[in-house]
T-cell receptor
Framework: SQKIEQNSEALNIQEGKTATLTCNYTNYSPAYLQWYRQDPGRGPVFLLLIRENEKEKRKERLKVTFDTTLKQSLFHITASQPADSATYLCALAFIWVVTNAGKSTFGDGTTLTVKP | NAGVTQTPKFQVLKTGQSMTLQCAQDMNHNSMYWYRQDPGMGLRLIYYSASEGTTDKGEVPNGYNVSRLNKREFSLRLESAAPSQTSVYFC?????????????FGEGSWLTVV
C-alpha cells in the first residue's frame, strides 16, 4: 500500500532561517502533490500544488520541489517568521488509479516552530 | 462567503448513541469529503461524494454512513457510537473529483465517545 512519510514530527528553527520540510512516498508517483497548513484547532488550509511534470513551484516565501526519481517533495519557507509556526501536511493524489480516483492521501504532518 | 460549515463543533456521546454531523458548502463545489484526524494517524478519508447523487467509501468507512442531500450538503452519521470513533472530524469540498483541485476544509467537529 502507498505510504507517506513526513520528516520528524517536529522542526524547530530560528526566525529568519529557511525551514525545509520533507514528504517522502513509496510505490507510485502521484499525479499531484499538495501542501497544506494546519493551525491548532483549525482545519487544514491549502498552500501549494505541484504536478508530476513540474520540478518546482513558488509562492511568495514558499517553494515546493517534486522529485519523482527520489519519490520526494521538499517544502521550503524562506525568511521564516514566528507566524509560520503550524503543522504542515503533504497530500498525494493518484488520479490514474481507478480505486483512488478523486481521493487524496495525507501525511501525518510536521509541526514547525519558529523561535524569535 | 462561509466556505465549508460543519456542525456541531463539539459533541460528547455515550457508547451506542447515534448522531449526525452536518456539513454544507456554499462554493458550488461538486465533490465533498469526510475525514477523521487522530494523533499520529493523520487525516484519513471516511467517505466521499464525487458529485451530487454519488457516494463512495474511503479508507475507514466502518461504523459510518453518509448522505449527499443535495449539491451543498453532505452529512455523516454514526449509527452506534464507539469509543474508537473519538476523533476530530473534518468535512471538505473541492470543485471536481480530480484531486488536483484544492480541497477546502471546514473547521472541524470534536467528537468524544464515552
Amino acid at each position: 500500500s502507498q505510504k507517506i512519510e513526513q520528516n520528524s514530527e517536529a522542526l524547530n528553527i530560528q526566525e529568519g532561517k529557511t525551514a525545509t520540510l520533507t514528504c517522502n512516498y513509496t510505490n507510485y508517483s502521484p499525479a499531484y502533490l499538495q501542501w497544506y497548513r494546519q493551525d491548532p484547532g483549525r482545519g487544514p488550509v491549502f498552500l501549494l500544488l505541484i504536478r508530476e511534470n513540474e520540478k518546482e513551484k513558488r509562492k511568495e516565501r514558499l517553494k515546493v520541489t517534486f522529485d519523482t526519481t527520489l519519490k520526494q517533495s521538499l517544502f521550503h519557507i524562506t525568511a521564516s517568521q514566528p507566524a509560520d509556526s503550524a503543522t504542515y501536511l503533504c497530500a498525494l493524489a493518484f488520479i490514474w488509479v481507478v480505486t483512488n480516483a478523486g481521493k487524496s492521501t495525507f501525511g501525518d504532518g510536521t509541526t514547525l516552530t519558529v523561535k524569535p | 462567503n462561509a466556505g465549508v460549515t460543519q456542525t456541531p463543533k463539539f459533541q460528547v456521546l455515550k457508547t451506542g448513541q447515534s448522531m449526525t454531523l452536518q456539513c454544507a458548502q456554499d462554493m458550488n463545489h461538486n465533490s465533498m469529503y469526510w475525514y477523521r484526524q487522530d494523533p499520529g494517524m493523520g487525516l484519513r478519508l471516511i467517505y466521499y461524494s464525487a458529485s451530487e447523487g454519488t457516494t463512495d467509501k474511503g479508507e475507514v468507512p466502518n461504523g459510518y454512513n453518509v448522505s449527499r442531500l443535495n449539491k451543498r450538503e453532505f452529512s455523516l452519521r454514526l449509527e452506534s457510537a464507539a469509543p474508537s470513533q473519538t476523533s476530530v472530524y473534518f468535512c471538505a469540498s473541492s470543485p471536481r473529483p480530480d484531486s488536483g483541485n484544492t480541497i477546502y476544509f471546514g473547521e472541524g467537529s470534536w467528537l468524544t465517545v464515552v
